[in-house]
């Protein structure tokens, strides 16, 4: 049945009718009901839906608009809660919680660390974060939890999202020392890229494939050859919430695994490998020849176990 005709897909269009006809994407109980209604529509992973195979224009214009309304209503809602949170007298770290997609994030994070634990053979000293935010949650979360020794530079075009984000970690003794923003558009910032072992590019850095593909080309001028690229990509229904990041998106990256989540984390994860560091390139090679001891490889085992589809999980050989 033509994707468009699917049941699914007319409620997401339905609600995307809603959304687009809304005074405002601030945070408000009809925004928040609108959008908790869409995302727990698009997220269902036992569905054939593959957005790249619509062929109906005005389905394929209201998913990139939809996108958009998505990226700018989560821009608000980072924005509300961060002058929330970073209102407290205390340290405003002890009160994340308060921000409603916090668990995803703990998740989230979690499994790009364990994915970049799987593919890198040292633990990385400096991280570049472009796009954190006025919540940079993902910076946050592996400082906090699981890279206490390195240092997290966030880029965001938006000075605003960097003084509210600034605020947030300013009480923090450790964070403060180990979190740095810069304000700059991902395609100004050139010197210095070279300096990161991993670089994270943000779902909402380029919201349509020509804009992504344009940061991963200026990403891929700058960064160190065998540096570590870390993309957020989505798969299945949730392609209507975020753009689809696909291999051949990643000129001069050897693509090493693209993971399709199948609970609420709704991002899929790719991570790449900046083309020319030899030693790395090796490495990962022999890496992925053996199991790594790592939570990464238990989600491996724990989907096989459940029979969950192989190819929730791309693994790539490496490009020669
Ligand atoms: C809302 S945040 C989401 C990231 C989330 N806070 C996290 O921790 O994973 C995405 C941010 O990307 C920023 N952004 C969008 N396009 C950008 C660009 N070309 N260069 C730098 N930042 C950009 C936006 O200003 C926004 O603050």
């Known amino acids: ?17 809603q959304i687009s006809n809304l005074e405002s994407l601030k945070p408000s109980k009809n925004v928040d009901t609108l959008f908790g209604q869409l995302v727990s529509t698009c997220l269902p992973t036992d569905t054939d839906i593959d957005v790249t195979k619509i062929h109906d224009e005005k389905v394929k214009d209201m998913r990139s608009h939809l996108i958009k309304l998505c990226g700018e209503a989560e ?39 364990d994915l970049l634990a799987q593919h890198t053979s040292h633990v990385p000293t400096k991280i570049a974060f472009i796009g954190s935010g006025p919540m940079p949650l993902t910076s946050i979360v592996l400082a906090k939890f ?52 991993v670089v994270f ?24 050859p065998g540096a570590v690229l870390m993309l957020r990509s989505a798969h299945g229904l949730r392609a209507f919430l975020y753009p689809i990041v696909d291999s051949c998106d990643l000129k001069g990256f050897e693509v090493l695994t693209i993971y399709h989540p199948s609970d609420d984390v709704v991002n899929s994860v790719v991570i790449a490998r900046k083309l020319g560091g030899l030693g790395e390139v090796r490495s990962s090679q022999i890496e992925r020849c053996v199991v790594m001891p790592c939570n990464c490889s238990k989600i491996h085992a724990i989907m096989n176990s459940r029979g969950i589809k192989k190819n929730m999980i791309e693994e790539f050989t490496a490009i020669e």
């Open 75 to 113: 821009g608000y809602l980072e924005q509300h809660f961060s002058t929330i949170i970073g209102s407290f007298e205390d340290n405003p770290l002890n009160h994340l919680h308060i921000f409603p997609y916090y668990n995803n994030y703990l998740k989230l994070s979690k499994l790009e660390f």
């Open 201 to 224: 590019l943000a779902a909402l850095v380029g919201m349509d494939k020509e804009s992504k593909v344009k940061a991963i080309e200026h990403l891929e001028k700058h960064m160190a």
């Open 146 to 197: 699981h890279l206490p020794n390195t240092t997290i530079h966030n880029f965001d075009i938006d000075s605003e999202a960097n003084t509210l984000a600034s605020n947030l970690v300013s009480r923090d003794p450790d964070l403060s020392e180990r979190m740095i923003f810069h304000t700059t558009d991902v395609l100004n910032a050139k010197e210095g890229l070279d300096q990161y072992d």
């Open 1 to 17: 049945m033509a994707c468009e005709n699917n049941l699914v897909v007319k409620q997401i269009i339905d609600l995307y009718t």
